[in-house]
């Protein structure tokens, strides 16, 4: 069975961090892109970031660039990522997911997702 889980998720004060795990389990792991997205009260759905198989090369939406980072560990088949200097505006269910062709910020590429994690950043 195919499954992704989120967990890592909270409420934050402004400036703080959070890590977010995305544990896989069920398929070929270190065949597949992982995708973080995150979806806002009210928007859309939107991606943050995703790594490649390898790790190499990394994407970024333009609003959490140089604050978070995406790494994975094949062996333990996870992702994370890590969120630094968090704002009010990163308030979201995020959501990790996977797919098997190259990395993307479309939501409708991916067809492997998790359940979320709720993320409040507030004072």
């Known amino acids: 069975q195919l499954q992704l889980v989120e967990s890592g998720g909270g409420s934050v004060q402004p400036g703080g961090s959070l890590r977010l795990s995305c544990a896989t389990s069920?398929?070929?792991?270190?065949?597949?892109?992982i995708g973080w997205f995150r979806q806002a009260p009210g928007k859309e759905r939107e991606g943050v970031s995703c790594?490649?198989?390898?790790?190499?090369?990394?994407n970024y939406a333009d609003s959490v660039k140089g604050r978070f980072t995406i790494s994975r560990d094949n062996a333990k088949n996870t992702v994370y990522l890590h969120m630094n200097n968090l704002k009010p505006d990163d308030t979201a269910v995020y959501y990790c997911?996977?797919?098997?062709?190259?990395?993307?910020?479309?939501?409708?590429?991916?067809?492997?997702w998790g359940q979320g994690t709720q993320v409040t950043v507030s004072s």
């Open positions: 997911a996977a797919r098997t062709v190259y990395c993307s910020f479309s939501d409708a590429d991916f067809n492997i």
């Open positions: 069920g398929f070929t792991f270190y065949a597949y892109k």
């Open positions: 790594i490649s198989s390898s790790g190499g090369s990394p």
